[in-house]
Nanobody
Framework: QVQLVESGGGSVQAGGSLRLSCAGR??????MGWFRQAPGQEREFVAA????????IYADSVKGRFTISRTYAKNTLYLQMNNLKSEDTAVYLC?????????????????WGQGTQVTVSS
């Protein structure tokens, strides 16, 4: 059974950096994305990437601080997070879809990981 597995979360101080990884991309993947969910809040789009041409899209709240990327050979998705802020604290989830999609719409992703906790202290 195909699974997405995130890693790289942790606790950092504001201004610090973390790099998240997501392994287990299915061979039929069209695109992948990162979402986050804080306690009591809705799931929020963070960034997405087209697997074929690596085109990227970001939420305004992370633009200029976060970078989504992938290694084609390793089938791994990354999220480099710099200049972290307390409001970035959340569980971060990666997701994949096998079809053309609207990147910011979580309903259009077919496969999800379990998530990795990111905690930023001020």
């Amino acid at each position: 059974q195909v699974q997405l597995v995130e890693s790289g979360g942790g606790s950092v101080q504001a201004g610090g950096s973390l790099r998240l990884s997501c392994a287990g991309r299915p061979s039929s993947t069209y695109a992948m994305g990162w979402f986050r969910q804080a306690p009591g809040q809705e799931r929020e789009f963070v960034a997405a990437l087209s697997w074929s041409d690596s085109s990227e899209i970001y939420a305004d709240s992370v633009k200029g601080r976060f970078t989504i990327s992938r290694t084609y050979a390793k089938n791994t998705l990354y999220l480099q997070m710099n200049n972290l802020k307390s409001e970035d604290t959340a569980v971060y989830l990666c997701a994949a879809t096998a079809r053309r999609w609207t990147p910011r719409d979580s309903r259009q992703y077919d496969l999800w990981g379990q998530g990795t906790q990111v905690t930023v202290s001020s």
